[in-house]
C-alpha cells in the first residue's frame, strides 16, 4: 500500500479511503479494518492520489515504480496485509491436460516452493509493516 503518510499497523488505515481492486477479500477485509474501499479505474489511480480522491492505493512495488506513484504518493508501505504471491494455481482444465511428466515438474516448483518460502519469510523479519520513504 502506499500514501502519503506511514502506515505500520492496522489502526492507521481506519477512516481512509483506500482505492482497491473490486474483488470480495478487498471489500470484506479493509472495511473490517476501518477503512472504505474505493473502485475506480486504474488509469484514474495518480490523479485520485494526488487530489485526495483516494488517501491509499494498493498495489505491488512494480506498479508504484513504473507508474510513478510515488511522486504523488511519496511512503511505500510493506504491510504484508495480504500474503497470497506464493500459490500456484492451475485449473483442473489445465491440470488435465498435462502429462505426468509435465505435473511432476509443476508439483517440484510447488513443493519447492512451500519449502523455501516460510524460511525466506523468517530471513525478512517475518510479517510486519515497514515503510519507505521515496522522493519524486
Not at 502506499?2 to 505500520?8: D, G, V
Not at 475506480?40 to 491509499?56: C, H, I, K, R, W
Not at 482444465?93 to 505426468?100: E, G, I, L, T
Request: aromatic share 10%.
Amino acid at each position: 500500500m502506499y500514501s502519503k503518510k506511514e502506515i505500520s499497523k492496522v489502526e492507521d488505515i481506519k477512516g481512509l479511503k483506500v482505492r482497491v481492486q473490486a474483488t470480495k477479500t478487498e471489500d470484506t477485509h479493509f472495511p473490517a479494518y476501518g477503512a472504505q474501499t474505493v473502485h475506480m479505474p486504474f488509469g484514474e489511480v495518480y490523479a485520485s492520489l494526488q487530489t485526495g480522491v483516494v488517501n491509499v492505493a494498493e498495489n505491488g512495488v512494480n506498479v508504484y515504480e513504473s507508474n510513478k506513484h510515488y511522486e504523488v504518493a511519496p511512503v511505500l508501505n510493506m504491510t504484508q496485509h495480504e500474503a497470497n504471491n506464493n500459490c500456484i494455481w492451475v485449473s483442473d482444465k489445465a491440470w488435465n491436460s498435462f502429462s505426468a511428466e509435465e505435473k511432476k515438474w509443476v508439483q517440484e516448483a510447488a513443493d519447492e516452493v512451500s519449502r523455501r518460502e516460510p524460511a525466506a519469510l523468517q530471513a525478512r523479519g517475518g510479517f510486519g509493516a515497514r515503510s519507505f520513504r521515496r522522493s519524486a
